[in-house]
């Protein structure tokens, strides 16, 4: 099993749309999750860390659900600029500092 | 800062050459990572340096691969002999290793190996 999957998509969807993205991780000890976003041929760039408790950045909302280990990205009011994929990190926290990638799911915004 | 730097940008070798990547990480960092990105595995962790030591390569597909930080301004990623299915995008990242912190990811190497 992988350490972190995500659903790769893509999901195409109209702009002002709402779409939401899940990603399981398999370490239970996993203590720092993040989301980061790659547009086409470039590298990745940090969208947000995400919380215990949830947290928030404009249009998008991170939530961590530790019982069923995943995390969830929700986007509002979808632009087409939102158009990327969108990787899913975790820590595993097994006494190093390592970041693990999701493969990433891809979005589509269509005017 | 400019970021992290690496080169070359692209590069295109025969089957069997040497290829070495480079890479300068943001001064102050302590932990540099290496990672190959393809369509069909997606972004894959190589190896992990810390305070220029080698934490974790498990990552590393085989002895053709090697990595080095001699200093911690410097990394250098070694492929001996390549071949066709080294082929990817190698991003080198780096950030201060605490909890939760933001890895910072030069604009890649893109190698094709024919």
């Known amino acids: 099993r992988k350490e972190v999957e995500q659903d790769p998509g893509p999901f195409n969807v109209p702009e002002g749309a709402t779409v939401a993205f899940n990603c399981t991780y398999s370490?239970?000890?996993?203590?720092?999750f993040f989301w980061y976003r790659q547009d086409c041929r470039k590298e990745p760039k940090l969208l947000m860390s995400v919380y215990s408790s949830g947290n928030e950045d404009g249009r998008f909302t991170a939530q961590l659900n530790r019982a069923s280990q995943y995390i969830s990205l929700l986007i509002r009011d979808s632009k087409l600029s939102d158009s990327a994929t969108y990787l899913c990190?975790?820590?595993?926290?097994?006494?190093?500092?390592?970041?693990?990638f999701g493969s990433g799911t891809r979005l589509l915004v269509r005017p | 800062d400019a970021g992290v730097i690496q080169s070359p940008r692209h590069e295109v070798t025969e089957m069997g050459q040497e290829v070495t990547l480079r890479c300068k990480p943001i001064s102050g960092h302590n932990s540099l990572f290496w990672y190959r990105q393809t369509m069909m595995r997606g972004l894959e962790l190589l190896i992990y340096?810390?305070?220029?030591?080698?934490?974790?390569d498990s990552g590393m597909p085989e002895d053709r691969f090697s990595a080095k930080m001699p200093n911690a301004s410097f990394s250098t990623l070694k492929i001996q002999p390549s071949e066709p299915r080294d082929s990817a995008v190698y991003f080198c990242a780096s950030y201060v290793g605490t909890v939760n912190t933001e890895a910072f990811f030069g604009q890649g190497t893109r190698l094709t190996v024919v």
């Open positions: 340096f810390n305070n220029n030591v080698p934490i974790d």
């Open positions: 370490n239970s000890a996993s203590q720092s």
């Open positions: 990190v975790v820590n595993p926290m097994d006494s190093s500092y390592k970041l693990i």
